[in-house]
């Protein structure tokens, strides 16, 4: 699982990640119309990912910031922006941007290419109730329909009271897990500025994938 990919994996739980219409569990139509009614939303997270293939594992912590299909997600070493149009993917180490269209970028993965093929690829399994942090949450579990989708399986915590998702835990078929627990959770929070475009620093490599018109 790439750094990149397992990093805008984070975005699957802050979207109506099941894009339930083709379900009839009520908890599935209940967690899609609550995502579609949110204008946005900002919390931190703390993202765990391991490979199959090596007894290793990567931390990172961030914050994220999204509204519809625009979002910007920030941690020490990496920023990621759209908006909607345009995506950056600002390396600090590299001191390199990687420009690309929205549309382009998202075959690795974004909202909105998961959110239009999710229904497809995912099936719900099981539920059932549990506490996380003392609050109480639904368990979502969901494998894979088919060879297209990005996860063998994954796990979804679903707060109770607000229909929100606080965590997601998902592995891949070569056995590589991502675990994503988001944490100081604000729903339709209030927006400064313009998040969703990036000035890229002085002294920075831009590596421009977008095709010429």
């Not at 519809?68 to 149009?85: I, K, L």
């Not at 497809?120 to 060879?147: C, G, I, M, Q, W």
């Amino acid at each position: 699982m790439s750094r990149r990919a397992a990093l805008l994996g984070l975005l699957l739980c802050m979207m109506p990640v099941l894009s339930a219409g083709a379900q009839d569990d009520s908890s599935l139509q209940a967690l899609q119309s609550r995502y579609g009614a949110l204008e946005g939303l900002r919390a931190t997270f703390t993202q765990v990912s391991a490979t199959g293939f090596a007894d290793d594992s990567t931390r990172v912590e961030g914050t994220v910031l999204l509204a519809g299909n625009q979002y910007r997600v920030e941690t020490p070493t990496q920023t990621v922006v759209t908006d909607g149009a345009t995506t950056w993917i600002y390396s600090r180490a590299d001191s390199q941007v990687v420009v690309n269209t929205a549309e382009a970028e998202a075959s690795t993965l974004t909202p909105q290419t998961f959110l239009t093929t999710a229904a497809a690829k995912y099936d719900l399994t099981s539920t059932r109730s549990a506490s996380r942090n003392d609050v109480p949450h639904e368990v979502l579990a969901l494998t894979a329909a088919n060879s297209s989708a990005r996860f063998e399986e994954a796990t979804l915590w679903v707060r109770r009271s607000d229909r929100i998702v606080t965590r997601l835990r998902a592995a891949d078929q070569n056995g590589s897990t991502l675990d994503l627990r988001l944490r100081s959770i604000r729903i339709d929070p209030r927006i400064n500025g313009d998040p969703f475009s990036f000035s890229v620093p002085e002294n920075v490599e831009v590596v421009d994938l977008r095709p010429a018109n």
